[in-house]
T-cell receptor
Framework: EAGVTQSPTHLIKTRGQQATLRCSPISGHTSVYWYQQALGLGLQFLLWYDEGEERNRGNFPPRFSGRQFPNYSSELNVNALELEDSALYLC??????????????FGPGTRLTVT | GQSLEQPSEVTAVEGAIVQINCTYQTSGFYGLSWYQQHDGGAPTFLSYNALDGLEETGRFSSFLSRSDSYGYLLLQELQMKDSASYFCAVVDAGNMLTFGGGTRLMVKP
């Protein structure tokens, strides 16, 4: 069974640009979560999608947005990039909403560097 | 809101037992999860406690006391490969996972 995949592995952008990060969940998982992990720190929750709908978002500005496609893959968009957006962005998937959501499977992450 | 506290770093020797504590303050608490993350790797799920008591999975055990808002991860027969960061995460009524800052475990020979 294939795990959660993310692309690209690394992304380098300049301040003010936009970044698009992609995630494909494990087959059969409908919930997709996005987290930001700054170097050496914990995971900060960004967004949660299930069945194509945004279910919750963390304490991040509106320039962080995303969507989930009919095949349950997801995209995270970060507009007007700032230097402090440099971090590892992790995508995770779990079974559908309300079912073992505490057991999330993470992808390898996208390392975003803003210069 | 949610807040979790866990030690930033723990050091132990190979073969020993180590306990990583986690205290939390949260509304609508459902349970406590633990994740392991090796340097450069993705977090991986270790355990989940919804009820008070000890859950054992091989060399790893996790404990929860809801009345004390406290849990711990117990690692026995430590191996070098256990060197990693360990995160506790609270599951709340909104079906959300809120992660602690992580504990970096260093296992020495």
């Amino acid at each position: 069974e294939a795990g959660v995949t993310q692309s690209p592995t690394h992304l380098i952008k300049t301040r003010g640009q936009q970044a698009t990060l992609r995630c494909s969940p494990i087959s059969g998982h409908t919930s997709v979560y996005w987290y930001q992990q700054a170097l050496g720190l914990g995971l900060q929750f960004l967004l949660w999608y299930d069945e194509g709908e945004e279910r919750n978002r963390g304490n991040f500005p509106p320039r962080f947005s995303g969507r989930q496609f009919p095949n349950y893959s997801s995209e995270l968009n970060v507009n007007a990039l700032e230097l402090e957006d440099s971090a590892l962005y992790l995508c995770a998937s779990s079974l559908r909403q309300g079912v073992k959501m505490y057991e999330q499977y993470f992808g390898p992450g996208t390392r975003l560097t803003v210069t | 809101g949610q807040s979790l506290e866990q030690p930033s770093e723990v050091t132990a020797v190979e073969g020993a037992i180590v306990q990583i504590n986690c205290t939390y303050q949260t509304s609508g608490f459902y349970g406590l999860s633990w994740y392991q993350q090796h340097d450069g790797g993705a977090p991986t799920f270790l355990s989940y406690n919804a009820l008070d008591g000890l859950e054992e999975t091989g060399r790893f055990s996790s404990f929860l006391s809801r009345s004390d808002s406290y849990g711990y991860l117990l690692l026995q027969e430590l191996q070098m490969k256990d060197s990693a960061s360990y995160f506790c995460a609270v599951v709340d009524a909104g079906n959300m996972l809120t992660f602690g800052g992580g504990t970096r475990l260093m296992v020495k020979p």
